[in-house]
């Protein structure tokens, strides 16, 4: 089969590979019949995840049909179509029963697919630990529709989860990629008060005021002067960091409100600073870290309710085949894109 291939720093590489087997009792093959490309995608390329092993098939957001299931899997059988989530996790260890699934202490626990282990930007994929890391689809879902659920559209909901927000709270989401935009449709769902969105692309400002008019829009040169004028408190409730570079982790705390609550949701290319003198007296409260994508099953029901809907943001598509082009567009933001499937 075809599988897009991490070979070295800077280097992803179609090449054929064994269909994969079943080597563990919990394990299962999926079908891949759909994944995209994410931004972390990139930061395997660009070697900014230093655990991620040459050799592995890349990709961590992916649909598909089950193949084959070992003999301790019972939440899907062979014709299911699954939602893959990021993560893979046993559901016993102590982080997995409070929840934080994404520091699983089981060895192939936490983000492994497409990291550590062969993903799904291929034709076939092996999924451990099957009975916590698929879902199934419900049958009124499209495999678009499902696309997003185990990584933008999971880590979107987590950060919106985490971030404590009320009815009387001013928003500030800093970022409109992918994960921004998923980050945005739950924000939505709790209904605050005001939502601020910066984003330095023009493009991507567009694609926001078209599809949800009632957010409102700023960049980053204007953002700290945006939100005072438009909050009650000298700066916003929550804010929720999504772009990952340097001068949007500055501008997330200098945009919070005292005693606000930051929620850091980017995965950075390198180390920032945590300036606390300047920071001494806002009292802010921080939540950082990789997404604990446990609330897929939820997030499959909102979307078969008609409350989330992330169709619009799959711009692209493009056969297996294609795929260093669509890696292409996506890397340097061409064509108005946002996220590709690769199918």
Not at 82 to 101: A, H, L, M, P, S
């Amino acid at each position: 089969m075809l599988a897009y291939t991490y070979i070295e720093k800077g280097k992803f590489a179609l090449v054929e590979k064994p269909k994969p087997v079943l080597v563990e009792p919990t394990d299962a093959i999926v079908r891949v019949t759909m994944s995209s490309i994410c931004t972390s995608d990139l930061h395997i390329k660009h070697g900014s995840v230093p655990r991620a092993v040459p050799g592995i098939t890349v990709g961590h957001e992916m649909v598909g049909v089950v193949e084959e299931v070992g003999p301790d899997v019972t939440c899907v059988k062979p014709g299911d179509r699954v939602t893959v989530n990021v993560e893979t996790f046993c559901g016993e260890c102590f982080f997995c029963q409070r929840g934080y699934v994404n520091n699983c202490t089981d060895p192939n626990g936490g983000w492994a697919l497409g990291c550590r282990i062969d993903g799904g930007q291929t034709e076939y994929v092996r999924v451990p630990l099957a009975n916590h890391g698929l879902n199934r689809i419900p049958d009124s879902v499209s495999d678009e529709q499902a696309l997003l659920v185990g990584d933008v559209l999971a880590t979107g909901f987590w950060a919106a989860r985490i971030s404590e927000i009320s009815q009387e709270d001013t928003v500030l989401i800093i970022g409109a990629g992918p994960t921004g935009i998923c980050t945005l449709l739950c924000v939505i769902l709790k209904r605050p008060k005001k939502i601020i969105v910066c984003e330095k692309s023009e493009e991507r400002r567009r694609f926001v005021q078209k599809h949800y008019p009632e957010v409102l829009l700023t960049t980053p040169e204007e953002c700290k002067d945006f939100v005072l004028r438009h909050s009650d408190h000298g700066g916003a409730d929550r804010v929720l960091e999504v772009a990952g570079a340097d001068e949007t982790f500055r501008l997330a705390w200098e945009c919070a409100r005292p005693n606000a609550v930051v929620t850091v949701v980017a995965l950075y290319d390198r180390p920032q600073i945590l300036p606390l003198p300047e920071m001494y007296g806002k009292n802010l409260t921080f939540k950082t870290g990789g997404v604990d994508g446990c609330d897929c099953e939820e997030v499959l029901r909102l979307i078969e309710e008609g409350r989330i809907d992330t169709t619009p943001l799959i711009t692209h598509r493009f056969p297996l085949s294609e795929i260093e082009e669509a890696y292409r567009i996506f890397e340097n933001k061409l064509d108005g894109v946002i996220k590709v499937a690769i199918i």
